[in-house]
Protein backbone atom coordinates (compact mmCIF):
# COMPACT_ATOMS: atom_id res chain seq x y z
CA UNK A 1 0.00 0.00 0.00
CA UNK A 2 1.18 3.36 -0.68
CA UNK A 3 1.62 6.32 1.30
CA UNK A 4 -2.15 7.50 3.20
CA UNK A 5 -3.05 11.02 1.69
CA UNK A 6 -6.09 11.55 3.80
CA UNK A 7 -5.26 12.13 7.35
CA UNK A 8 -1.38 12.79 6.41
CA UNK A 9 -1.95 15.57 9.39
CA UNK A 10 -5.24 15.71 11.89
CA UNK A 11 -6.27 18.91 13.37
CA UNK A 12 -8.28 18.06 16.83
CA UNK A 13 -10.13 20.84 18.53
CA UNK A 14 -12.22 21.15 21.19
CA UNK A 15 -14.49 23.40 20.38
CA UNK A 16 -15.15 25.09 16.29
CA UNK A 17 -17.37 26.47 14.57
CA UNK A 18 -17.64 24.32 11.73
CA UNK A 19 -14.76 22.14 11.04
CA UNK A 20 -15.66 23.03 7.56
CA UNK A 21 -15.14 26.42 7.65
CA UNK A 22 -11.89 25.46 9.76
CA UNK A 23 -10.69 23.52 6.85
CA UNK A 24 -11.54 25.97 4.24
CA UNK A 25 -9.40 28.29 6.52
CA UNK A 26 -6.16 26.02 6.42
CA UNK A 27 -6.77 25.27 3.06
CA UNK A 28 -6.55 29.44 2.38
CA UNK A 29 -3.32 29.28 4.01
CA UNK A 30 -1.98 26.75 1.93
CA UNK A 31 -2.86 23.62 3.92
CA UNK A 32 -1.74 20.36 1.85
CA UNK A 33 -4.95 18.31 0.21
CA UNK A 34 -5.70 14.96 2.80
CA UNK A 35 -5.47 17.58 5.82
CA UNK A 36 -8.00 16.53 8.32
CA UNK A 37 -9.67 18.79 11.07
CA UNK A 38 -11.81 17.06 14.04
CA UNK A 39 -13.75 18.81 16.61
CA UNK A 40 -15.72 17.56 19.48
CA UNK A 41 -18.42 20.66 19.16
CA UNK A 42 -19.32 22.70 17.00
CA UNK A 43 -21.06 25.89 17.58
CA UNK A 44 -22.20 26.57 14.56
CA UNK A 45 -22.68 22.78 12.85
CA UNK A 46 -23.87 23.00 9.26
CA UNK A 47 -26.04 20.36 7.04
CA UNK A 48 -27.29 20.38 3.57
CA UNK A 49 -30.19 22.69 2.46
CA UNK A 50 -28.81 25.11 5.16
CA UNK A 51 -29.76 22.87 7.82
CA UNK A 52 -28.12 22.97 11.05
CA UNK A 53 -25.91 19.66 12.56
CA UNK A 54 -26.77 19.02 15.97
CA UNK A 55 -24.34 17.07 18.00
CA UNK A 56 -24.09 16.76 21.75
CA UNK A 57 -20.02 17.58 22.86
CA UNK A 58 -17.90 14.66 22.77
CA UNK A 59 -20.12 12.24 21.51
CA UNK A 60 -19.78 12.05 17.70
CA UNK A 61 -17.59 12.35 14.99
CA UNK A 62 -17.44 15.88 13.31
CA UNK A 63 -14.96 15.72 10.84
CA UNK A 64 -13.84 18.09 7.83
CA UNK A 65 -10.79 16.85 5.01
CA UNK A 66 -9.49 18.79 2.71
CA UNK A 67 -9.41 17.50 -0.75
CA UNK A 68 -7.67 19.27 -4.35
CA UNK A 69 -8.41 16.79 -7.02
CA UNK A 70 -8.50 18.05 -10.57
CA UNK A 71 -11.79 17.14 -12.09
CA UNK A 72 -13.80 17.85 -14.63
CA UNK A 73 -16.48 19.99 -13.29
CA UNK A 74 -19.33 17.88 -14.26
CA UNK A 75 -17.25 15.18 -12.35
CA UNK A 76 -17.33 17.20 -9.14
CA UNK A 77 -20.54 15.60 -7.42
CA UNK A 78 -18.79 12.31 -7.53
CA UNK A 79 -16.44 13.50 -4.52
CA UNK A 80 -19.73 13.22 -2.14
CA UNK A 81 -20.71 10.63 -3.67
CA UNK A 82 -17.27 8.44 -3.29
CA UNK A 83 -17.50 9.48 0.36
CA UNK A 84 -20.71 8.08 1.02
CA UNK A 85 -19.33 4.44 -0.36
CA UNK A 86 -16.39 5.18 1.97
CA UNK A 87 -18.51 6.05 4.89
CA UNK A 88 -20.95 3.63 4.35
CA UNK A 89 -18.46 0.76 3.64
CA UNK A 90 -16.92 2.36 7.36
CA UNK A 91 -19.86 1.07 9.10
CA UNK A 92 -21.06 -2.23 6.93
CA UNK A 93 -17.56 -3.02 8.53
CA UNK A 94 -18.83 -2.66 12.37
CA UNK A 95 -21.97 -4.82 11.05
CA UNK A 96 -24.19 -1.98 10.35
CA UNK A 97 -25.99 -2.43 7.23
CA UNK A 98 -25.68 0.75 6.12
CA UNK A 99 -27.48 2.49 3.29
CA UNK A 100 -26.54 5.79 0.75
CA UNK A 101 -29.98 7.69 0.29
CA UNK A 102 -29.61 10.00 -2.16
CA UNK A 103 -27.52 12.38 -2.55
CA UNK A 104 -25.57 11.45 0.55
CA UNK A 105 -27.12 10.23 4.19
CA UNK A 106 -26.53 7.39 5.00
CA UNK A 107 -29.20 5.32 6.97
CA UNK A 108 -29.22 2.16 9.32
CA UNK A 109 -32.58 0.40 9.18
CA UNK A 110 -34.07 3.40 7.79
CA UNK A 111 -32.74 5.92 9.72
CA UNK A 112 -30.31 8.68 9.36
CA UNK A 113 -26.82 7.77 11.08
CA UNK A 114 -24.20 10.23 9.33
CA UNK A 115 -24.49 13.08 6.67
CA UNK A 116 -21.85 14.84 3.98
CA UNK A 117 -21.64 18.41 3.27
CA UNK A 118 -18.57 19.42 0.11
CA UNK A 119 -17.87 22.61 -0.08
CA UNK A 120 -16.04 24.60 -2.31
CA UNK A 121 -13.48 27.02 -1.90
CA UNK A 122 -10.05 28.68 -3.86
CA UNK A 123 -7.01 28.87 -2.58
CA UNK A 124 -4.49 31.48 -2.91
CA UNK A 125 -3.54 30.37 -6.23
CA UNK A 126 -7.15 30.21 -7.62
CA UNK A 127 -7.14 26.24 -7.31
CA UNK A 128 -10.27 24.83 -6.37
CA UNK A 129 -10.53 23.16 -3.07
CA UNK A 130 -13.08 20.95 -1.71
CA UNK A 131 -13.84 20.30 2.00
CA UNK A 132 -15.78 16.98 2.46
CA UNK A 133 -17.27 17.52 6.03
CA UNK A 134 -18.65 14.20 7.82
CA UNK A 135 -21.16 13.95 10.69
CA UNK A 136 -21.38 10.40 12.34
CA UNK A 137 -23.59 10.10 15.32
CA UNK A 138 -22.11 7.67 17.17
CA UNK A 139 -22.38 7.53 20.70
CA UNK A 140 -25.22 10.29 21.37
CA UNK A 141 -28.16 8.69 23.30
CA UNK A 142 -31.65 8.38 22.30
CA UNK A 143 -32.37 11.36 24.50
CA UNK A 144 -29.86 13.44 22.93
CA UNK A 145 -31.42 13.37 19.55
CA UNK A 146 -34.14 16.06 19.49
CA UNK A 147 -37.21 14.95 20.39
CA UNK A 148 -38.80 16.00 16.76
CA UNK A 149 -36.07 13.74 15.15
CA UNK A 150 -36.15 10.35 17.12
CA UNK A 151 -38.42 8.71 13.92
CA UNK A 152 -35.71 9.78 11.56
CA UNK A 153 -32.44 10.00 13.47
CA UNK A 154 -30.28 7.20 14.64
CA UNK A 155 -26.72 6.70 16.23
CA UNK A 156 -24.44 3.56 16.26
CA UNK A 157 -23.70 2.79 19.72
CA UNK A 158 -26.98 2.45 21.32
CA UNK A 159 -28.26 0.63 18.42
CA UNK A 160 -25.68 -2.14 19.34
CA UNK A 161 -25.75 -1.01 23.17
CA UNK A 162 -22.44 -0.25 23.60
CA UNK A 163 -19.77 2.98 23.57
CA UNK A 164 -18.10 2.67 20.22
CA UNK A 165 -14.42 3.99 20.17
CA UNK A 166 -14.50 6.87 17.79
CA UNK A 167 -10.95 7.29 17.10
CA UNK A 168 -11.21 3.49 16.04
CA UNK A 169 -14.00 4.74 13.53
CA UNK A 170 -11.93 7.60 12.30
CA UNK A 171 -9.04 5.96 11.39
CA UNK A 172 -11.20 2.99 9.34
CA UNK A 173 -13.26 5.68 7.72
CA UNK A 174 -9.80 8.08 6.12
CA UNK A 175 -8.40 4.63 5.22
CA UNK A 176 -11.57 3.80 3.28
CA UNK A 177 -11.44 7.67 2.48
CA UNK A 178 -8.36 6.91 0.85
CA UNK A 179 -8.93 4.27 -1.14
CA UNK A 180 -12.22 5.45 -2.93
CA UNK A 181 -10.26 8.59 -3.52
CA UNK A 182 -7.26 7.08 -5.09
CA UNK A 183 -10.09 5.60 -7.14
CA UNK A 184 -11.36 9.28 -7.67
CA UNK A 185 -7.88 10.56 -8.95
CA UNK A 186 -7.18 7.71 -11.28
CA UNK A 187 -10.65 8.26 -13.14
CA UNK A 188 -12.19 5.02 -11.68
CA UNK A 189 -15.73 6.51 -11.98
CA UNK A 190 -17.72 3.97 -13.17
CA UNK A 191 -16.49 1.71 -10.21
CA UNK A 192 -17.31 4.90 -7.83
CA UNK A 193 -20.78 4.89 -9.61
CA UNK A 194 -21.01 1.11 -9.46
CA UNK A 195 -20.46 0.89 -5.64
CA UNK A 196 -22.48 4.31 -5.01
CA UNK A 197 -25.50 2.15 -6.60
CA UNK A 198 -24.44 -1.25 -4.75
CA UNK A 199 -25.50 0.91 -1.56
CA UNK A 200 -28.37 3.28 -2.71
CA UNK A 201 -31.69 2.70 -0.22
CA UNK A 202 -33.85 4.42 -2.13
CA UNK A 203 -33.54 2.50 -6.10
CA UNK A 204 -36.60 0.71 -6.68
CA UNK A 205 -38.38 2.49 -3.71
CA UNK A 206 -41.21 4.48 -4.31
CA UNK A 207 -40.27 8.22 -3.04
CA UNK A 208 -42.01 11.73 -3.12
CA UNK A 209 -39.35 14.23 -3.83
CA UNK A 210 -39.87 18.41 -2.97
CA UNK A 211 -37.96 20.27 -5.33
CA UNK A 212 -38.76 23.42 -4.47
CA UNK A 213 -42.32 24.66 -4.89
CA UNK A 214 -42.67 21.40 -6.94
CA UNK A 215 -43.31 17.54 -5.53
CA UNK A 216 -42.94 14.67 -7.65
CA UNK A 217 -43.95 10.96 -7.15
CA UNK A 218 -41.90 8.10 -8.41
CA UNK A 219 -40.25 5.31 -8.77
CA UNK A 220 -36.09 5.87 -7.88
CA UNK A 221 -34.34 3.77 -11.05
CA UNK A 222 -30.77 5.70 -9.32
CA UNK A 223 -28.69 7.93 -10.68
CA UNK A 224 -27.10 9.21 -13.71
CA UNK A 225 -24.05 10.68 -14.91
CA UNK A 226 -24.41 13.49 -13.43
CA UNK A 227 -25.51 12.31 -9.90
CA UNK A 228 -28.70 13.69 -10.67
CA UNK A 229 -31.80 10.84 -9.20
CA UNK A 230 -33.55 9.68 -11.92
CA UNK A 231 -37.53 8.86 -11.35
CA UNK A 232 -39.52 7.00 -13.35
CA UNK A 233 -43.33 8.94 -12.60
CA UNK A 234 -46.30 6.88 -13.28
CA UNK A 235 -47.30 8.38 -16.81
CA UNK A 236 -43.96 6.09 -17.69
CA UNK A 237 -41.81 9.36 -18.29
CA UNK A 238 -38.41 9.63 -16.50
CA UNK A 239 -38.14 12.95 -14.50
CA UNK A 240 -34.48 13.99 -13.35
CA UNK A 241 -34.27 15.47 -10.14
CA UNK A 242 -30.16 17.16 -9.30
CA UNK A 243 -31.32 18.26 -5.87
CA UNK A 244 -34.65 18.14 -3.35
CA UNK A 245 -35.55 16.18 -0.53
CA UNK A 246 -37.04 12.49 -0.55
CA UNK A 247 -39.57 10.97 1.31
CA UNK A 248 -39.88 7.29 0.78
CA UNK A 249 -43.60 6.58 0.76
CA UNK A 250 -43.51 3.41 2.27
CA UNK A 251 -46.86 0.99 1.26
CA UNK A 252 -45.78 1.31 -2.40
CA UNK A 253 -42.48 -0.95 -2.69
CA UNK A 254 -41.14 -2.47 -6.32
CA UNK A 255 -40.60 -5.96 -6.61
C1 LIG B 1 -26.28 16.72 6.07
O1 LIG B 1 -26.65 15.55 6.14
O2 LIG B 1 -27.10 17.64 5.97
C2 LIG B 1 -24.81 17.04 6.11
C3 LIG B 1 -24.28 17.09 7.52
C4 LIG B 1 -22.81 17.38 7.60
C5 LIG B 1 -22.36 17.64 9.01
C6 LIG B 1 -20.87 17.73 9.12
S1 LIG B 1 -20.31 17.73 10.79
C7 LIG B 1 -18.70 18.13 10.27
C8 LIG B 1 -18.85 19.16 9.16
N1 LIG B 1 -18.96 20.49 9.70
C9 LIG B 1 -20.15 21.04 9.48
O3 LIG B 1 -20.51 22.17 9.85
N2 LIG B 1 -20.92 20.18 8.78
C10 LIG B 1 -20.22 18.96 8.48
Same mark, same amino acid.
Given at each position: ?????? &?H????????G???????G??L????????????????????????????????????????????????????? %????A???????????????????I????????????? %?????H????????I &???V? %????????????Q?S????????????????????????????????????????D????SF?T?????????????????????R??????? %???????????????????????
Amino acid at each position: MGKLVI &GHKIYRYDEVGSTNDVAKGLALEGALEGTVVLAEYQTNGRGRLGRTWISPRGKNILLSVLLKPHLEPDSVFLITL %MSSVALARTLASYGFDARIKWPNDILIAGKKAAGILTE %MVSDEHQSQCFIVGI &GINVN %MTQEEIPRDLRDQVSSLGPIKNKTLDRNALIKGLLLSLDENYNLLKHKHYEKILEDWSTLSFLTGKWVRVFVRERILEGVALGIDRKGSLLLK %MESGLIETVSSGDIELMEKLYVQ
